[in-house]
């Protein structure tokens, strides 16, 4: 019984001539890369990225770190400067993606206020770290990258992705938008 190639073994393959091997790469990986680009900037943006990502990954999948089996972390800091590239080009007047409309299992009744208003200082609280802090911290929690690869996803050593995650963690649980939400997330579970 043959084991299947892990992602470093495709790549290799696909730099030696082989068509399906890069294929099979982006098969294994699209699910995750597109949920990234969708959380980051939308279901529509993420859509018209995803296919510059491949093109971006394909064309410089000769650089890639065969000692690493798993691609995912590297396709994530593909896709993480495809981002970058994309928020710089954009003008100042457009507005940003609606991303509550991206958030699948939407419900428009009663619990679309608490939602709301979690997401809201969620997003607040994020939005007072500073931007490798809040990469690391989105990168572990919502696409479970282990802190390793989160950091070599944004291109820093392992040390330093963990320091941002340390004190990313500082920072949300000192953050005023989330104390609050503990007080009344333990109050309402005391109350029942």
Do not use: C
């Not at 299992?105 to 500073?130: I, K």
């Not at 070599?152 to 963690?169: C, F, K, N, S």
């Amino acid at each position: 019984m043959t084991s299947d190639p892990d992602d470093a073994e495709l790549i290799a393959r696909s730099l030696d001539g082989d068509q399906d091997a890069f294929v099979e790469v982006v098969r294994r990986h699209e699910g995750a890369v597109g949920a990234y680009l969708a959380r980051r900037a939308g279901r529509e943006t993420a859509e018209d990225l995803l296919g510059e990502v491949w093109v971006a990954a394909f064309t410089s999948r000769a650089a890639y770190d065969r000692a690493f089996t798993d691609a995912r972390p590297w396709l994530v800091g593909v896709a993480h400067n495809m981002l970058r590239r994309h928020w710089r080009s954009r003008r100042v007047e457009e507005p940003l993606a609606d991303e509550a409309g991206a958030a699948p299992g939407w419900d428009p009744w009663a619990a679309v206020d608490d939602r709301v208003d979690v997401r809201s200082a969620l997003r607040g609280a994020l939005a007072g770290l500073r931007p490798q802090q809040r990469e690391i911290v989105t990168l572990v929690a919502w696409e479970d990258l282990t802190v390793a690869d989160a950091g070599r996803a944004i291109g820093v050593p392992p040390g330093t992705a963990r320091r941002y995650l340390h004190e990313a963690r500082m920072a949300l649980r000192n953050a005023p938008e989330i104390a609050a939400l503990l007080t009344e997330h333990n109050s309402m579970k005391g109350a029942s």
